[in-house]
């Protein structure tokens, strides 16, 4: 398959220059590589927030779910529970995944359910043009805050470490072969799959400049280590100015994932007919 | 208070209109409440509500007010964040619409159930899915039950003047109950019109600083929130039926007060149009009330007998107010922007239901339309006029959409 064939006919919306564009661009090359890999595209569901990151599903000719607002990984989770065979790849904003439905995302982690999620983290929310965000940084002056945020931001790649994701990486929009190397690691992932993508709003929080200058990619760390993926999330508190901000894998680790657990599960293994047979003959 | 004397009354029109500004409707909404001088503000942002708190948050920063502006993460906590400060004798104000107000049902009940006046303006927005963010009432109609007074405006300058009423029926504590003010979102959100801007020092004259008897007072504990069991429950929700019956005179009071004052009036619990005389009286809530007028106007000039009977509280419902206004039509149209899926929709229920113990026996019909943003033209209220009339001969429908298009069906 070719990545021109996931192309949707919809007319694309986002202003010029937005970083959703590069993660549109990686996730259907790296959706097109799956599908010549043995994992066809039409076992993937993608399931959005509501956001400018949303639109991404509309742009994509594959499977897709528009959740409401925030509740992007409750939908995620209940599609994997119905049928584990399925990849489940969500989009989902900074507004979407860590204020509105800031309690999903953690338990997603915690319960460690095989689902991907891509946080569009543009550190702003995009769609309702320019208020400040979980992981805007203090004294963004958004326009529900015109003297500047006093909030301090959250850090979702270390907020993702404790609670219990097992691979946690974080991209940029100004590289897209890194994108592309951990959309596909994060898919291939079993256990709950968080990449933290810098996607620069050029419209209402243009970061272009200071995200150049100062991203790198981590190498050689060692991913199964807990210690050194919360040292190299904490690096970058999304807050200081001169600190430079890792990029790449920072932790993966096996773990018993929800859906594969998840009581029931192994019934659709089972002759439903006999098992039906044997309880209702018990009752007799 | 302040002893700065209010600037008389301009009764001249060419001066009143030397004084008007042509200003956004949400700007005109944050002003009203700037004016009204709240405490604290929290919200989130949600088209197309957000101009509102945006204005609001730039008249905090200015200093033009000295409220408390919260950004919060999610609909859920602004209202929550208003429950405490409206505990503590904090005037408190929001706005959301939509999806926002479905995720504030929860707390809707506890701000109502503790008999905490907040006062917030929704900016009805259909409801998803499927996803859609232009103007109808399903939103509010939705939430026709959980003891929030109602009041629907019919333009911008009836929705920022409305705001400090809105306080006043509110704080009143006869009443203890909290007010939505429901504007068209869009419509009146984003529209541009020319109103008189309210000026603070008259608001003052009218609106006293919020008194609460009840707050959370290390002095005097209380607790708020608490359990009620059967043996007391039914009691707190008739206390409330009570001051819903009781708030519609307020209502009506303070729209006069309000007009004495600034000088101008919209009508209390409701307003009419064109009623006198009128065969068919047409229903309806909020802007589509302007379209209907020159609509009206348009088939009065053809000789037709068309009234308008318009509602700005639907709940309270002014059943007595809707009876004595609508006795002398021979059928009523009701013409609303929400569908109750299942049963018709909610003001057509409620007016039949309001007539059926009476001796009221004209036809009443209705029609929903404007459903997610769509047009509603003054042909199709000639359309609604010309069923309605033919209603007379015997109904054929009780209730329909009004401009369905059936070709994409
Ligand atoms: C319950 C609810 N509240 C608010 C909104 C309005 N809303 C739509 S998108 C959005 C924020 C989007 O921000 P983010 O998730 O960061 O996505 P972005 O647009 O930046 O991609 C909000 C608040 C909504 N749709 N539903
Ligand atoms: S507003 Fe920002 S995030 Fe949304 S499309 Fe424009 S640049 Fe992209
Ligand atoms: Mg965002």
Redesign the pocket.
Known sequence: MNPKDLASYATNTWCPGCGNFSILSAIRSVLAQLDQEGYPVEDVVLVS?????AKIVDYLNVNSFYS???RTLPVATGIKLANPDLKVICFS????SLA?GLDHLIFAAKRNIDVTLIL?D?R?????TGQF?PTSPPGFKGKSTPLGTEELPMNPPELMLASGATYIARGYTHGIDLLQKLFKEAILHQGFSFVDVLQV?VTFFNLYESYNQRTYEVKDNDTSSFDEALKIARSWNYDDHEARIPLGKFYQVDAPTFDRTFPGFEIRDVDRDSRIKEVLEGLI | MSQKMSPPIQKDPQKRAASMRVVEGSYAVAHAVMCSMPDVISA????PQTHIVEHLSQMVADGATDAEFLTVDS?FSALSVLVGSSAMGGRSYSSTTS??LA?MYEVLYNVSGMRLPVVMTVANRAMGAPLNIWNDHQDSIGARDVGWIQLYVENVQEAMDATPQAYKIAEDLDIRTPVMVCMDGFILTHVYEPVELLDKERVRSFLPPYRPEHILDPANPYTFGAFADPSTYTEFRYQQCEAMVKSMAKIEKAASEFQEIFGRYYGGLIDTYRTDDAEVIIIAMGSVVGTIKDAIDQMRAAGKRVGLVKIRSYRPFPVKALKDALKNAQVIAVLEKDVSVGYEAGLTTDLKAAFYNSNLRMPIVGFSAGLGGRDITIHDIERLVQKAEAARAGIESEFEFLTLRKEIL
């Not at chain 1, 927030?49 to 990151?53: D, E, R, S, Y």
């Not at chain 1, 702003?124 to 309702?128: C, D, E, K």
């Not at chain 2, 989130?44 to 088209?47: A, D, L, V």
């Open positions: 927030g509501i956001g400018c990151h409401i607002h925030g904003g900074d507004g979407d509105e569009h543009n702003v929310y995009g769609l309702t965000t709003c | 989130y942002p949600i088209t609909e999806q926002g995720l």
